[in-house]
């Protein structure tokens, strides 16, 4: 990954905490951040986002503050949403792993733990990496369409009544995998074609290792290219045994695969919109569906020494 430039000493970030991410003590984080930064010498003002429109509103405010660092504080889902602010602004984004699994985070290299992550703030160096696009919206890590949308809003739904996340997965996994769901599609890019009937569409903002590009794994974010897979599966048994073995990071180049690379591609369906996932985030867009990647759009702050080519 190239590096363009180090940290300077900033005395002022703008930090915004996702109130729905990861551990239920955000007060107990909120102080405890206070005190890393302060112990840093930042005066960092720390905001909680107690729902998804709070945490839009207090992006795009912060983009337009005078402070040169916008921090994030939360899972893929909260990250994402202020790095679609910041994308393509002189600001730099920071990042906080507070959820459950943090890919951006761990594709960058930066610490998860909380004391970690801030002394990245103040000792790292800044990198521009590449964001996805579809239709006008940001994401940071992958979108699909297909199957994966409608185990979010199932597993949602089980949440709202009372069900923890992992417990509720599960379920909602077992009711769509009964249901067998399948779109047809058609993926058009300058030079290539693919069409059929498939359970999803995975787009990855670069490159995923193929051994385990459902868990995440990028050795790269600034190749300036989208990587799409979907699986022509024929059986409901076939992708039961195909989301088994992603989930565990399993997957190889002989499983039941079609990929291609591409700068930009278009999704046409039979419908005239369709919800997709946008890093775990389901929305509901027009078709055809245009992803492009956006080269270089995102500042964000890294660990460690330059290093040309690496992660």
């Not at 699994?101 to 800044?126: Q, S, Y």
């Not at 089980?158 to 996994?173: C, D, E, Y």
Request: charged share 20%; hydrophobic share 40%; net charge positive.
């Amino acid at each position: 990954m190239q590096i363009a430039e180090t940290v300077q000493q900033q005395t002022q970030m703008e930090v915004i905490v996702n109130a729905g991410s990861g551990t239920d003590d955000k007060g107990g984080v909120r102080q405890q951040l206070a005190e890393l930064f302060a112990e840093a010498g930042i005066a960092a003002q720390i905001r909680v986002a107690h729902n998804s429109s709070e945490l839009l509103r207090l992006a795009r405010h912060s983009a337009r503050s005078g402070a040169p660092i916008i921090v994030a504080g939360g899972g893929d889902g909260t990250v994402s949403a202020v790095a679609a602010a910041v994308a393509g602004t002189d600001k730099t984004l920071g990042v906080l792993p507070l959820g459950t699994l943090n890919h951006f985070a761990k594709d960058l290299r930066i610490p998860l733990d909380l004391a970690g992550a801030v002394r990245n703030l103040v000792t790292g160096r800044i990198a521009h990496v590449d964001v996805g696009e579809v239709n006008g919206h940001v994401f940071i890590n992958n979108s699909s369409l297909g199957i994966y949308p409608k185990l979010v809003r199932m597993r949602e739904r089980k949440q709202r009544q009372g069900m923890s996340k992992w417990p509720a997965f599960i379920v909602a996994l077992i009711t769509v995998m009964r249901r067998y769901p399948l779109v047809a599609v058609r993926l058009v890019t300058d030079d290539q074609r693919l069409a059929g009937r498939t359970p999803f569409v995975f787009v990855g903002n670069n490159e995923y290792e193929t051994s385990s590009f459902r868990m995440g794994g990028r050795s790269c974010l600034d190749a300036g290219h989208l990587s799409v897979y979907t699986a022509p599966v024929r059986s409901r048994f076939e992708l039961i045994k195909l989301f088994i073995k992603a989930f565990l990071g399993m997957i190889r180049d002989s499983d039941n695969f079609d990929h291609l690379c591409a700068p930009e591609v278009w999704v046409e369906t039979r419908r005239r919109r369709t919800r997709i996932a946008l890093d775990g985030e389901v929305r509901r867009l027009r078709t055809p569906l245009h992803y492009r990647v956006r080269p270089g759009a995102l500042r964000v702050i890294v660990p460690g020494a330059p290093e040309s080519g690496s992660a």
